[in-house]
């Protein structure tokens, strides 16, 4: 990924860098050659003025008026051809000579010889030149005489060819920084993710604990705060998993254990404690059936209790769970004590299942009458349950609806110890809490009115 980073980095600095200068090259180049190409445009013009001004009687006068009087400047040149021949060419020290030139001046004479002024592009001794070639002549005078006025392409785009070298090495070298620059700033941006990975490479499923510094506050940052949350939950899923083999292996001891020691004193010539034997033997299994059953039923909770919430009359809900629940104990007193007028957004069934399952927990644990209610306290809904019996301490309130957490004296110990855990789940399903307080129960949820 660094590399990666790194070399769409340099590609479009790179490109960046071609276009900018490319394209400053091509408009300055532009603008050199018009230059030459108005200079050239300006001897022409000039050497009509002056063959005019110079009013000189022989053709050879015209033509060294026009050499003396439109001086060259600095990487341009000026030469007049009589009949095919040089004729004239300036004094001094000249440094451009293309008259010099036979193919050149051979070239010059052709083009002119159809008449009128020639501009063109020409290789003289290797280099590029741009001239402009005047027709000349002089009335009564047979001869044909010819101006030319050159100007040296490569001394004028000289400077922009060497200002550009000079560009594209200077270009080189940035982008040279730029790769280093950006190798480093790419390491440092992705040095989470590498630590990221080299933690999760590290983290097993025996030591789930380690978790990742988080340095910033940028998008890695909270990638690795997402990942944190992540092995969070696996962690505490892991945690989950292993207590729950352990709460498992310690529930089914028990009763293995009653059913192997009866087992290994039974004397089976005594029919009648073969009898006993089997009955609780049995009666064991049951209970083991039982545990399993509510094992499995919380195990579906726990990978994500599916609701189907919907409009639901609370007190019709409330008196209906009543009349469920007073077939678990017909010789109890059940009474709804308060019901809810509202209709809420939850789901009944399992509202239903977890009142009930409070219920049950009311006649195993519990004496006397049972009370039901349903009721809003500032926009929460609670689904309670009361009985006459001495209820949960404090400190065993706090456990109780927990996986195989049973309650202290007074609450007995019979049953699972699942089945509050599974109350716990339903309330939390819904986005609210179970809680206990002495001997009542109760199940505590966001009330959602429905429109």
Avoid at 293 to 309: K, Q, V
Avoid at 399 to 416: D, K, L, W
Wanted: charged share 20%; glycine share 10%; net charge negative.
């Amino acid at each position: 990924m660094r590399s990666r980073i790194l070399a769409s980095m340099l590609a479009v600095t790179a490109v960046g860098m071609v276009l900018a200068g490319g394209t400053a090259y091509a408009i300055q180049r532009e603008r050199t050659l018009a230059q030459i190409d108005g200079r050239l445009a300006d001897a022409a013009a000039d050497a009509s003025v002056v063959a005019a001004d110079a009013a000189a009687p022989t053709l050879e006068g015209t033509l060294s008026a026009l050499v003396q009087r439109i001086r060259p400047a600095s990487g341009e040149g000026t030469f007049a051809l009589l009949d095919g021949a040089t004729a004239v060419v300036p004094g001094g020290d000249v440094p451009l000579h293309p008259e010099r030139d036979a193919a050149f001046v051979s070239r010059i004479l052709d083009e002119v010889a159809a008449g009128g002024v020639v501009r063109g592009t020409a290789l003289v001794g290797g280099e590029p030149l741009r001239y402009v070639a005047v027709p000349v002549g002089l009335t009564g005078d047979d001869r044909s005489g010819t101006f030319v006025f050159v100007s040296d392409l490569g001394a004028a785009l000289g400077p922009l060819n060497d200002a550009f070298t000079t560009f594209a090495l200077v270009a080189l070298v940035a982008l040279v920084a730029v790769g280093l620059v950006g190798w480093v700033v790419a390491g440092r941006l992705l040095a989470p993710v590498r630590r990221l990975r080299e933690t999760a490479a590290r983290i097993t499923a025996s030591d789930p604990s380690e978790r990742i510094e988080v340095v910033g506050a940028d998008d890695v940052s909270e990638l690795t705060v997402t990942v944190n949350d992540m092995l969070d939950r696996l962690d505490g899923a892991l945690q989950g998993q292993r207590r729950l083999l352990d709460d498992v292996g310690h529930e089914l001891k028990t009763p293995i254990t009653i059913v192997r020691g009866h087992l290994e004193v039974m004397r089976a010539e005594d029919p009648a404690d073969v009898v006993a034997t089997r009955d609780l033997a049995v009666d064991e299994l049951d209970r083991m059936a039982g545990l399993v059953r509510d094992i499995a039923e919380l195990s579906d909770l726990n990978r994500g209790l599916r609701i189907r919430p919907q409009p639901t009359p609370v007190a019709a809900l409330t008196h209906t769970i009543r009349l469920k629940a007073a077939a678990l104990d017909p010789e109890r007193e059940w009474a709804v004590t308060q019901a809810a007028d509202r209709t809420a957004v939850l789901d009944p069934d399992r509202i239903t299942q977890a009142v009930l399952q409070l219920a049950a927990n009311a006649v195993t644990h519990g004496r006397g009458a049972v009370r039901m209610s349903s009721a809003v306290h500032d926009g929460r809904l609670v689904f309670s349950v009361e009985d006459d019996g001495p209820g949960v301490s404090v400190e065993a309130a706090r456990t109780v609806f927990e996986r195989f957490a049973r309650g202290a004296v007074g609450r007995g110990a019979a049953g699972s110890g699942l089945g509050l855990a599974i109350v716990a789940a339903i309330a939390a399903a819904h986005g609210g809490a179970a809680s206990a307080e002495g001997s009542v129960f109760s199940i505590d949820i966001p009330l959602v009115e429905a429109p």
